[in-house]
């Protein structure tokens, strides 16, 4: 055919409709020799490339008849045990089934809709495609279920396996009478007989093929309803506690009824919405209408802590978050993947912050509490600025665009995002959220880029920040401002950099003296690029990055941190706090690449002492600013063998002295005590 064949597919023809059948002869068992049986059949639109060859991706299985036919009538090619009539050959790629015509077989195909029938077999594959996840307390037995992102769906079913080749998917499963069986969509038609279930799903909304699921084996539920009455179960095998998933059951109604009124827009095609703790899983998954999560962020015990239970609460905000970014409006392909994470990663702060847990009232301040042992919760935690920035650096730093699974996906993603909205935000109140609802009212059941979702995102603005924002998307890490240097703009750690193109740099500054906010976007065309005049001008007086959502670093003098303590102590609110906290995080990151020189986080550290108590009246700022200070202290007097523990010394200081603290904080205290 002239090309690549994990290419084919999507060039070759446009799928509009499955209704697949698979048959499972033991889903409960953990031996996979034999695999599964499968019948397709596909209603396609040919291209014009048609004329050359057909194909579909398939990995691991066999076709035994196919039969293509145009749906206007007439048989174009039969294929009976890998012999096709018309002199057709039928070639496995390791990616693909390809068709390669005789002569004139598929010609005037293009643009024409054919009918391709289909049974085969297929073999369970090891976390990918439809697999058996054992059981953890029995490992001969197991559940069945489906992992399909990023090239799964081909080890299922034959397909156009590509996120924008979309279509409606209606699938049957066979499987023992005895056993639950959950797909995306509510149960259309079920039957039984000897000692077999055949469960036939209503047809699904117009989705990529990656979000199709099943889980089937011995599970059992919890269930609620969201105010609008669609049915909300959350499930785990029947090894565990009934009790574990209440957390999730929370979690999951919470958050879907948060998403549902932040984008105005209503899942109408759902009924119900099934969400399941799989054994053995590292991640989760956002598969539309049946989402699967791992077993140990999921399930909550009576015993857990208060990280454990938020660490339930983050993964299901970000998954749910899903169901509108990214499966509503789909990456237009893998390059794009950073608009489904990275976006959902955002959205999850937000989500969490309407929850109503712990002590952290503001999205902002839960993305700079830290946990006790590693700072890290999930795979987003210590937030995403914070961890994208000490990510995107040397070779492991890349652009946002490309066919990656990362923290650059997740975390730069959504702080990039993050200070899309800020810049969309001081221009125009609200249009942030109004852009994005806009778009997901437009691109509904579509698919989007990066770019497509800055547009809405600065839809009322002028196109040349739209073309100067480009820059945070396409290359790679970001840069760094030196107030002690006259706030000249670099490269971090390429002091010798040159931008390829000049780009928009938004820069947010607190005047002290004056206690007034300025935002100017900053036009970077080269290394070294001074600051504007109006914040040159009063360089000593001024906070850089106010409020922290710029995605670059800033050194600062010791005493603005200083100064940034007292406001932060005295005022209490989010953006103060969340400033202090992204400016010791950049002169801890700052210090430890030899940017600056170790001792101003020592006196800085020496500081912390005035806040004389830390309380849940003052825990954002606490657990933000102070913890992080505290823990890399820690680290310097471990490595250079202390027997001094001034950072412990401080902790108790602070923490202990009050004894009327609330429960929560109390327990948070004695988790971060017993990590330093």
Request: net charge negative; hydrophobic share 40%; aromatic share 8%.
């Amino acid at each position: 055919c002239g090309s690549n064949p994990d290419d084919l597919p999507a060039l070759l023809v446009r799928p509009e409709h499955y209704e697949i059948n698979l048959t499972i002869a033991e889903p409960t068992s953990a031996e996979v020799v034999g695999g599964f049986g499968g019948k397709m059949r596909l209603r396609a639109r040919a291209s014009e490339a048609s004329a050359r060859c057909l194909a579909l991706h398939a990995v691991n299985m066999t076709l035994n008849d196919v039969m293509v036919r145009r749906e206007s009538g007439g048989t174009i090619v039969s294929c009976t045990a890998g012999v096709c009539s018309g002199g057709v050959s039928l070639v496995y790629t390791s990616s693909a089934v390809v068709f390669l015509p005789g002569s004139g077989v598929f010609d005037g195909l293009g643009d024409e809709v054919i009918l391709l029938e289909t049974s085969y077999q297929a073999s369970f594959g090891e976390r990918s495609g439809l697999y058996k996840a054992q059981l953890s307390s029995k490992p001969r037995e197991a559940v069945t279920v489906t992992q399909l992102e990023t090239k799964g769906a081909r080890q299922v079913f034959p397909s156009v396996d590509e996120p924008g080749s979309k279509a409606t998917f209606r699938i049957t499963i066979d499987v023992p009478s005895e056993l639950v069986a959950l797909s995306n969509m509510d149960v259309a038609e079920a039957r039984v007989a000897d000692g077999r279930q055949s469960k036939t799903f209503e047809t699904t909304p117009v989705m990529s093929p990656y979000l199709l699921a099943l889980a089937i084996g011995e599970f059992h539920s919890l269930d609620s309803e969201m105010n609008d009455g669609t049915l909300v179960k959350v499930w785990s095998t029947t090894e565990q506690d009934l009790e574990t998933l209440e957390v999730a059951l929370d979690a999951s109604v919470k958050a879907l009824e948060f998403y549902t009124s932040w984008t105005d827009q209503k899942m109408r095609d759902f009924k119900k919405f099934d969400l399941v703790a799989v054994p053995g899983r590292g991640g989760a998954m956002e598969n539309w209408g049946l989402l699967l999560f791992d077993e140990r962020r999921f399930l909550v015990n009576v015993t857990d802590g208060f990280y454990e239970r938020l660490e339930c609460y983050d993964v299901t905000c970000h998954e749910i978050a899903h169901q509108w970014m990214g499966n509503l409006v789909t990456a237009a392909s893998w390059d794009d993947i950073s608009f489904n994470e990275g976006f959902a990663t955002f959205m999850e702060y937000k989500c969490l912050s309407s929850l109503g847990i712990g002590p952290f009232g503001s999205s902002l301040l839960f993305e700079v509490a830290l946990t006790p042992l590693s700072g890290k919760l999930g795979v987003h935690f210590p937030g995403a600025r914070s961890q994208a920035l000490a990510y995107d650096v040397g070779e492991k730093a890349h652009p946002l665009v490309g066919d990656h699974f990362d923290k650059i996906s997740y975390s730069k993603g959504a702080a990039v995002v993050s200070m899309i909205e800020a810049i969309a935000e001081s221009l125009s109140p609200g249009s942030f959220q109004s852009g994005i609802r806009s778009c997901l009212r437009e691109k509904a059941y579509s698919t989007t880029t990066y770019r497509d979702m800055l547009a809405c995102a600065f839809q009322l603005h002028d196109p040349a920040i739209l073309a100067l924002a480009d820059y945070w998307v396409f290359e790679d890490s970001y840069p760094v401002i030196s107030k002690p240097e006259g706030g000249v703009i670099a490269r971090y750690l390429d002091r010798d950099w040159v931008p390829p193109t000049a780009f928009m740099l938004p820069l947010r500054s607190w005047d002290q003296e004056k206690n007034i906010v300025n935002t100017d976007m900053v036009l970077v065309s080269s290394s070294f690029t001074p600051l504007p005049e109006n914040v040159a001008s009063n360089l000593e007086g001024t906070i850089l990055n106010y409020g922290g959502r710029g995605y670059f670093r800033v050194v600062h003098n010791l005493s603005d941190y200083r100064e940034m303590l007292r406001a932060a102590a005295k005022d209490g609110g989010p953006e103060t706090i969340v400033t202090l906290a992204r400016m010791v995080d950049d002169l801890i990151h700052l210090v430890d690449d030899g940017l600056v020189d170790g001792s101003v986080l020592l006196r800085f550290s020496g500081e912390l002492e005035s806040l004389r108590e830390c309380n849940s009246s003052n825990a954002e700022l606490c657990f933000g600013v102070v913890l992080p200070v505290l823990r890399e202290l820690r680290l310097w007097e471990m490595f250079c063998n202390s027997s001094k523990a001034t950072s412990v010394d401080i902790a108790k200081t602070l923490f202990l002295s009050n004894s009327s603290a609330d429960g929560i904080f109390l327990e948070l205290v004695n988790e971060h005590l017993a990590a330093l």
